[in-house]
């Protein structure tokens, strides 16, 4: 069953999270995030994790009938850009590999607000999602993006965003008929000697930014 997060649920929200999301979301997996066989964390992750939504009542977990968190997904309000400069916490990030991440992030959001036309509205952003392996392909991550578009809805959310790493979540979008609105090949999202910043694993291509009306 499906269950909203609150403030206490938030260090077993986090656990799933560094064995699951930390380690295998595409770019995560492909710069290696996290260094492999230890038991360590990225704490600028757990932060972004944290600012994203412990406490708004929006983000959702998955459980499974022996009370196990089998999946989570985060949500927050999307802020709207002052400027389309780099914020002040990417610049300062000291963690090379996540300040990356936070880069290209950066970049989609600038590519979705370049004409300002979401400005005056009110967007939830589906942040983190992520399921347990022995759960995926079950649709597990399907009724919790459902159930966060019924929860949008009914607190007055005009649309809702999902920018995708994963081929699987960018699927998942498509089923739920939300609009592609910006796309980048992780071939065409190079450094300045034209190197690829991200290698991903097949079958992930492309970073994708969705936006549902609702
Ligand atoms: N191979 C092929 N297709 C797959 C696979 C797979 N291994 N896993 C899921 N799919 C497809 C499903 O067939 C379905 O497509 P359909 O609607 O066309 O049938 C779609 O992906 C969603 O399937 P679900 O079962 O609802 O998704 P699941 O519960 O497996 O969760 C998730 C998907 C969250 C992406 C999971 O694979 C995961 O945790 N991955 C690692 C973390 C990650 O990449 N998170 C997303 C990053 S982007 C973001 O967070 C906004």
Redesign the pocket.
């Known amino acids: 069953h499906v269950e909203i997060i609150n403030k206490d649920d938030k260090l077993r929200v986090l656990k799933f999270l560094r064995r699951?999301?930390f380690r295998?979301?595409?770019l995560n997996q492909s710069i290696q995030l996290i260094p492999e066989g230890e038991d360590s964390t990225c704490t600028e992750l757990e932060q972004y994790c944290s600012n994203a939504s412990f406490e708004n009542n929006m983000s959702l977990m998955a459980v499974s009938a022996s009370g196990t968190i089998v999946?989570v997904l985060l949500n927050g309000k999307m802020d709207n850009p002052l400027s389309n400069e780099e914020p002040e916490y990417i610049r300062s990030c000291k963690n090379t590999k996540f300040k990356k991440i936070l880069r290209l992030l950066h970049h989609l959001d600038k590519s979705v607000n370049m004409d300002g036309r979401f400005r005056d509205s009110k967007i939830l952003e589906?942040?983190?999602?992520?399921?347990d392996t022995n759960?995926?392909?079950?649709?597990?991550?399907?009724t919790l993006m459902g159930k966060t578009a019924e929860m949008a809805k009914e607190q007055g959310y005009h649309y809702l965003r999902?920018?995708?790493?994963?081929v699987?979540?960018a699927?998942?979008c498509e089923?739920f008929s939300y609009d592609q609105i910006y796309k980048i090949n992780y071939k065409d999202y190079v450094d300045e000697d034209g190197k690829p910043i991200f290698s991903p694993a097949s079958p992930h291509v492309a970073a994708v930014s969705y936006i549902k009306k609702l």
């Open positions: 699951f999301f295998d979301e595409p999946g589906v942040r983190i999602i992520s399921v759960w995926r392909g079950r649709g597990v991550g399907t999902a920018d995708c790493t994963s699987f979540t699927k998942m089923r």
